[in-house]
Antibody, heavy 120, light 106 residues
Framework: EVQLVESGGGLVKPGGSLRLSCAASGFTFSSYSMNWVRQAPGKGLEWVSS????????YYADSVKGRFTISRDNAKNSLYLQMNSLRAEDTAVYYCARIAVAGTYYFDYWGQGTLVTVSS | DIQMTQSPSSLSASVGDRVTITCQASQDISNYLNWYQQKPGKAPKLLIYDASNLETGVPSRFSGSGSGTDFTFTISSLQPEDIATYYC????????FGGGTKVEIK
């Protein structure tokens, strides 16, 4: 069974940093591109970042470019999101999501999400 | 960025009704359009990919159509378990989501 389990969320002050993790199991993690998608409280979905299976291709939304860094460790079946210079508008539930087929962007499996709250 | 305009933002229908949601892209996205269902407090679930392909295990009452800039998502016979918010998502370029449609039972 495919499982994605996020962790690392919490309360952080504006300007602070946080590192999210996503532990994957039930599939060959190293074969799939992975993403972070977030959802502010009561709002819609926003794609944040994508990383290819071998980390060769990395993309970011303009809203986080230069502040967030996506990475992965295929030996540990783990995806990460390093978030720096956090702002109030980064407050959201952060989901990791698997891309079903390379070269596409349809997300077939999602984690349960981890809440990041940026507030003083 | 490609903007996705989804409508309506909410709707109320009776069990058994046919429900239709539309999504319009700000530019031609071919068929690079997916639909997701999100229930309260849960992660989104992929229902339709590439505009009209039903994800494995998804009931056949869900369907999608369209290409270019105009897309439609349909529930042929609304069931109580379909109460959720539905999102379209394009991936012609980096992915963007529509604003969502909240579906309620009348």
């Amino acid at each position: 069974e495919v499982q994605l389990v996020e962790s690392g969320g919490g309360l952080v002050k504006p300007g602070g940093s946080l590192r999210l993790s996503c532990a994957a199991s039930g599939f060959t993690f190293s074969s799939y591109s992975m993403n972070w998608v977030r959802q502010a409280p009561g709002k819609g979905l926003e794609w944040v970042s994508s990383i290819s299976s071998s980390s060769s291709y990395i993309y970011y939304a303009d809203s986080v470019k230069g502040r967030f860094t996506i990475s992965r460790d295929n030996a540990k079946n783990s995806l990460y999101l390093q978030m720096n210079s956090l702002r109030a508008e980064d407050t959201a539930v952060y989901y990791c999501a698997r891309i079903a087929v390379a070269g596409t962007y349809y997300f077939d499996y999602w984690g349960q999400g981890t809440l990041v709250t940026v507030s003083s | 960025d490609i903007q996705m305009t989804q409508s309506p933002s909410s709707l109320s229908a009776s069990v058994g009704d046919r429900v239709t949601i539309t999504c319009q892209a700000s530019q031609d996205i071919s068929n690079y359009l997916n639909w997701y269902q999100q229930k309260p407090g849960k992660a989104p679930k992929l229902l339709i990919y590439d505009a009209s392909n039903l994800e494995t295990g998804v009931p056949s009452r869900f369907s999608g159509s369209g290409s270019g800039t105009d897309f439609t998502f349909t529930i042929s016979s609304l069931q109580p378990e379909d109460i959720a918010t539905y999102y379209c998502q394009q991936y012609d370029n980096l992915p963007t989501f529509g604003g969502g449609t909240k579906v309620e039972i009348k």
